[in-house]
């Protein structure tokens, strides 16, 4: 059979809101453009919720949830495992709509979507390993008991960057702790989430379970759910000055949060690093995604004594990059967003340059359409330029140099961010102690990707609070409640 023409691919993704089982209108009947960022052009229409539709899909989700926290644990893993499933078995669509919608390269796309697809199947696993406990008070009498609950109903708000795994990595393990939930994409590529959102529902998720919103005014929508008791959880990714905002709102109901925000990750070379392993971790943690991926490479701190060597073979590395639209197959660095996240890369490396900074490739915008950018390398970069201290988002490589370890634990640490550092050494011990001194949340060691299903993902300090993802990523969603327990064998002892 052969592969769905694009239009034919986007005439089958739901173009409504998800709200009690139903696609619906939006209020008012408002919708709005989702465009291409390889071209500039329109994809599809969407639906734009006002705060009453929002409202409308967090009543749903709490009809929903007294029955969807008694369904078993195993019940809702199968679904999710389903899901899984369906997601694999239409990998290559998904893949092309992230393409369209968000502008990666495919290869990247099809990466995503098994990555996106392994939380489906993980939380499918944890949920039936949800697991209280029982015991015996240290005094030897009352019993303790603890249980785990689902929190409730659920706020997920995603970034535009990794369009399906940024959802599942929110709704599986919301869905398997047995809470409902209202997911709000970002609305520069919902459609993803859209037809992700109809794979579930045909894998078995109840009505009002998992109920979908778009919107082009996320902040007017968000106000009254945050400010409603029946909400009982914000998760939250995306950009740390709006992580702030969200998390002041939810300050006034005292609302539980998971905060997934912003990077500014150091990536270590050390003197007795491989240099040609350093290289290739470099090209993957600062080229995936184009650079627009919170983990991303934001400074590339390296040892003198493998400064030029390094920087030679990486600037060689990331000239061979093609630059085109996504769909193409020969593309290995799609567009960035849109026009504003282009003008902000620009800016930093003009920005740089003038404060002396020198550019070894890249460093121009392109002519003609879509939001082009050219993998770029900069030496002669500083700590005090605003290329270092801001997170880029784009594929650009500042390297700075460094002598000796404690100067680069220092300079790793000085960023208010904290989510993910990089070190390539050969020295076990050195490894080790870089791992317990960089102040990040995850820690690569020999590798330029960390993202992983299995692992517990998240940041220290301003990247964020909490985990998504391992054994932790459900916990995110439970209660823990304690039942204290007169000693049952009070009586039997007289007491
Ligand atoms: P963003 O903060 O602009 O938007 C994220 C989401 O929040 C979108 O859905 C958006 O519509 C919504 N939003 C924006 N303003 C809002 C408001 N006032 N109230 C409620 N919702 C609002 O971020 P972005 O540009 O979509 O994503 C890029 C950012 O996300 C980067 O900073 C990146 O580091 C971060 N990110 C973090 C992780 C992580 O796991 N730590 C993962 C991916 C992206």
Known sequence: ????????????????????????????????????????????SVADASPADGLAALAAAERAQE??????????????????????????EFARLITMEMGKPLAESRAEV??????????????????????????????????????????????????????????APAVAAGCTVVLKPADLTPLTSLLLTQVLVDAGLPPGVLNVVTTTDPAALSGPLLSDHRLRKLSFTGSTPVGRRLMAAAAERVLKVSMELGGN???????????????????????RN???ACVAANRILVHRSVAEEFTEKLTARLSGFVTGPGSEPATTLGPLIDERSRRKVAGLVDDAVSAGARVLTGGRVPEGPGYFYPPTVLTDVRADMAIVQQEIFGPVAPVLVFDDEHEAVRSANSSEFGLVSFVFTRDLDRALRLSERLESGMVGINTGVVSNPAAPFGGVKASGL????????????????YVGIRDPFATERGR
């Open 1 to 44: 059979m052969s592969a769905p023409t694009d239009e034919a691919l986007l005439a089958g993704v739901p173009t409504g809101l998800h709200v009690d089982g139903a696609w619906r209108d939006a209020e008012g009947g408002r919708r709005f453009e989702v465009t291409d960022p390889a071209t500039g052009d329109g994809l599809a």
């Open 290 to 292: 184009g650079g627009e």
């Open 114 to 171: 098994a990555y996106g697809a392994e939380f489906l199947r993980w939380f499918s696993e944890e949920a039936p390993r949800v697991a209280g406990r029982y015991a015996t008070a240290p005094d030897g009498a009352n019993r303790l008991m603890v249980q785990k609950r689902p929190v409730g109903p659920c706020l997920l708000i995603t970034p535009w960057n990794f369009p399906i795994a940024m959802a599942t990595r929110k709704v």
């Open 265 to 287: 990750a150091p990536f270590l070379v050390c003197e007795d690093a491989d240099v040609d392993a350093a290289v290739e971790g470099a090209v993957v943690a600062k080229m």
């Open 67 to 92: 029955e969807w926290a008694r369904t078993p644990a195993r019940a809702r893993g199968e679904i999710l495992r389903r899901g899984f499933e369906a997601v694999t078995a239409r990998s290559e």
């Open 466 to 481: 909490g985990r998504e993802g391992g054994v932790e990523g459900i916990e995110e969603y439970l209660e823990t409640v």
